[in-house]
């Protein structure tokens, strides 16, 4: 970017942020005002960058939190979209997920990789309604665009999301969009700019497994959980075993793909939080809602490259922002769980995968999906 970019980009954010911060900490913040009052969308354009649906998937960028927290939270790390879940008047964060560009060879990670703003961990994102790039704005942006379906009962809400350039010349943007009629799944188009360098591989990964203590990945004949497939790890670092490819997979009742995790214990344990001085001093990675959900990603048949595969990698103790003092991390409570889980392939224009999130179990799921 240039120097004049630069300083544009540092006067928004600097106008901006300070609207953002004071339009949080409502319970459900911005919902739609119209007779389509199942959509949580922003109040306007200066509104913090929320949207989603009631009893259903939401969406965020930074800085907007989505949910409520320590006055001034700015819901975790930049270059990151925040998704959560919406029930019974009350959004809770539930994960990340991340854009991974892989230009010969080289994979960047958009929450550690250096802005050419700041020179700080993670990418600038900004939201539209149109294709047009536009610039950074700490506000949503747009409100997202309401489409009618064949279906007069049903309809989509969309927008799309920007960001920076990658250090290895990536250039992707994003097409989010969720579907009243399937409230519990974001459908994430994958795009690229002109100026981008080729693309062998964009992934969208969801990056905080742990948060829910994912430790069971259903897939088509069985259950692999990552209490046996990381036996006896206990390093600070992540541990990643081969992936599975496609015909591993559950299918879909349409003949998708789907791949399908949860924690594998019971509620009472996913909630409960040890104890100690340790662990008080960060609750933040203790499990709040009062529900426990599936966490899904699915993919259409048609389209889909062959090189489509389920990966996964894992953690025996919680992430704590890159430290290499063991004594900053604590043990994931019952043992190692998956943090990274996607499905990844090659790249290709308007690729789309579905994200979802569910109070259903995965035997319920697969006779819906």
């Given at each position: ?130 294709v047009r790039t536009g610039h ?114 559950a299918r879909t009742r349409q ?115």
């Open positions: 970017m240039s120097t004049c970019i630069n300083r544009m980009y540092r006067g928004l954010f600097t106008a901006g942020i300070i609207c953002c911060l004071l339009g949080m900490g409502n319970r459900v913040r911005g919902q739609d005002k119209s007779t389509n009052a199942s959509w949580i969308r922003p109040a306007d354009e200066k509104s913090p960058g929320i949207w989603g649906i009631r009893n259903g998937i939401v969406a965020g960028i930074w800085p907007a939190a989505i949910e409520p927290g320590k006055k001034g939270s700015d819901g975790g790390p930049r270059g990151l979209l925040r998704i959560g879940y919406e029930f019974m008047g009350m959004i809770y964060h539930i994960n990340y997920i991340a854009i991974e560009p892989v230009v010969k060879g080289k994979m960047e990670f958009s929450e550690i990789s250096p802005s050419e703003v700041d020179g700080k961990w993670g990418k600038f994102m900004w939201a539209g309604d149109t950074f704005t700490p506000a949503a942006g747009t409100r997202g665009v309401l489409q009618e379906l064949d279906d007069p009962t049903d309809e989509t809400l969309s927008w799309y999301v920007f960001m920076e350039k990658f250090s290895n010349g990536a250039h992707p943007y994003l097409r989010l969009s969720i579907r009243r009629s399937r409230p519990e799944e974001l459908v994430i188009e994958v795009f690229h700019h002109a100026d981008s360098a080729p693309m062998e591989r964009c992934g969208i990964t969801a990056t905080m497994g742990n948060y829910g203590r994912l430790r069971q990945l259903y897939l088509k004949d069985k259950v692999i959980d990552a209490r046996e497939l990381y036996a006896g790890y206990q390093d600070i670092d992540f541990i990643e075993k081969a992936p599975y490819a496609a015909e591993v997979l003949g998708g793909f789907v791949a399908m995790a949860t924690a594998g214990e019971t509620f009472a344990e996913l909630a409960s939080w040890p104890q100690e001085p340790a662990y008080l001093a960060r609750w933040n990675w203790r499990y709040r809602p009062f529900y426990m959900l599936t966490q899904y990603w699915r993919k259409d048949d048609a389209g889909r490259q062959a090189s489509l595969q389920v990966r996964v990698n894992g953690r025996a103790k919680y992430w704590s922002g890159g430290s290499r003092n063991a004594a900053d991390y604590i043990n994931i409570p019952g043992g190692p769980s998956f943090e990274n889980f996607e499905l990844r392939e090659s790249y290709a224009p308007g690729q789309k995968v579905y994200f979802g999130l569910s109070r259903r179990t995965p035997a319920q799921l697969l006779t819906d999906l």
